[in-house]
């Protein structure tokens, strides 16, 4: 069993900042890379950023040069720092990658529940 557990979400003005984490726990053998999503009200759930296990990264072209996404391997750990917010960016922020449990199952396609970040203007 693997848990991922999203925190850090709230509401923040417009130019403010927001510190996201995910937690991994459970029986995993192997997190390899992870990445941030988020899905506004009505829209599809969109990749914002994703870290590879050796902590190489890619971000979608609207939130580059705000938004730094950082991992924690000893603790199974991925960070989202938010900076500039914009009304656009709020949503529900979820985690999700590529993990392995001790039983070779893959749980790629496990959610957590999500944060949720609203920018006001």
């Known amino acids: 069993q693997v848990q991922l557990v999203e925190s850090g979400g709230g509401l923040v003005q417009a130019g403010g900042s927001l510190r996201l984490s995910c937690v991994a726990s459970?029986?995993?053998?192997?997190?390899?890379?992870m990445g941030w999503y988020r899905q506004a009200p009505g829209k599809e759930r969109e990749l914002v950023a994703h870290i590879t296990y050796g902590s190489k990264t890619n971000y979608v072209d609207s939130v580059k040069g705000r938004f730094t996404i950082s991992r924690d391997n000893a603790k199974n750990t991925v960070y989202l720092q938010m900076n500039s917010l914009k009304p656009e960016d709020t949503g529900m922020y979820y985690c999700?990658?590529?993990?392995?449990?001790?039983?070779?199952?893959?749980?790629?396609?496990?959610w957590g529940q999500g944060t949720q970040v609203t920018v006001s203007s």
């Open positions: 459970g029986s995993i053998f192997s997190m390899n890379t």
């Open positions: 999700n990658g590529d993990i392995t449990d001790w039983y070779g199952s893959s749980w790629s396609d496990y």
